[in-house]
T-cell receptor
Framework: EAQVTQNPRYLITVTGKKLTVTCSQN?????MSWYRQDPGLGLRQIYY???????DKGDVPEGYKVSRKEKRNFPLILESPSPNQTSLYFC???????????????FGEGSRLTVL | AQTVTQSQPEMSVQEAETVTLSCTYD???????LFWYKQPPSRQMILVIR??????QNATENRFSVNFQKAAKSFSLKISDSQLGDTAMYFC???????????FGQGTRLTINP
């Protein structure tokens, strides 16, 4: 089954304790991206990756890191989480952003993160 | 910068009624795509319908249709014969051709009452 898998789905942590949210897709998609969802703000892009070893900042990258060592994986790293990073996080993937293909995004199921 | 505005934070209708969700956007681009995503309580993001800006014909997917007014930069979603399973948060989203991201609206929480 074609899917985007995120882990963990729920996490409660404390300020400053490094954490990683993993994302994996099995569709051989080139493009992957992270969004955060906050009430009244919709979804905002954190980082994206056009392909392996190619990453770039989205609209709200502060406090986050990403890596793309393999095509299928795109982990989101919070080196020193703070309470303002409490949010619902989505990983998404798409076939390509370089062609005229509209690139419908396939979303993971979301990861609810609480930073105390 | 592109922005998407959904002016209705919440809506509620009775089952079988028709409901229209509003969305406006702001862009100077000419080639772009518009989307409606549904997010049920499971939190999953589900693509409901997509519209290419160069197409004048409004997109339709079963009970879901859009009213795309390019000059007015309006992209409303109409749900006909609403069902309990339509209860969800609905997000309008925009992407110009070749862009690296979707720009989302704030969302409209729709409740279908029995």
């Amino acid at each position: 089954e074609a899917q985007v898998t995120q882990n963990p789905r729920y996490l409660i942590t404390v300020t400053g304790k490094k954490l990683t949210v993993t994302c994996s897709q099995n569709m051989n998609h080139e493009y992957m991206s992270w969004y955060r969802q906050d009430p009244g703000l919709g979804l905002r892009q954190i980082y994206y990756s056009m392909n392996v070893e190619v990453t770039d900042k989205g609209d709200v990258p502060e406090g986050y890191k990403v890596s793309r060592k393999e095509k299928r994986n795109f982990p989101l790293i919070l080196e020193s989480p703070s309470p303002n990073q409490t949010s619902l996080y989505f990983c998404a993937s798409s076939l390509s952003r370089t062609s005229s293909h509209t690139g419908e995004l396939f979303f993971g199921e979301g990861s609810r993160l609480t930073v105390l | 910068a592109q922005t998407v505005t959904q002016s209705q934070p919440e809506m509620s209708v009775q089952e079988a009624e028709t409901v229209t969700l509003s969305c406006t956007y702001d862009t100077s681009e000419n080639n772009y795509y518009l989307f409606w995503y549904k997010q049920p309580p499971s939190r999953q993001m589900i693509l409901v319908i997509r519209q290419e800006a160069y197409k004048q014909q409004n997109a339709t997917e079963n009970r879901f249709s859009v009213n795309f007014q390019k000059a007015a930069k309006s992209f409303s979603l109409k749900i006909s014969d609403s069902q309990l399973g339509d209860t969800a948060m609905y997000f309008c989203a925009f992407m110009f051709q070749g862009a690296q991201k979707l720009v989302f609206g704030q969302g409209t929480r729709l409740t279908i009452n029995p």
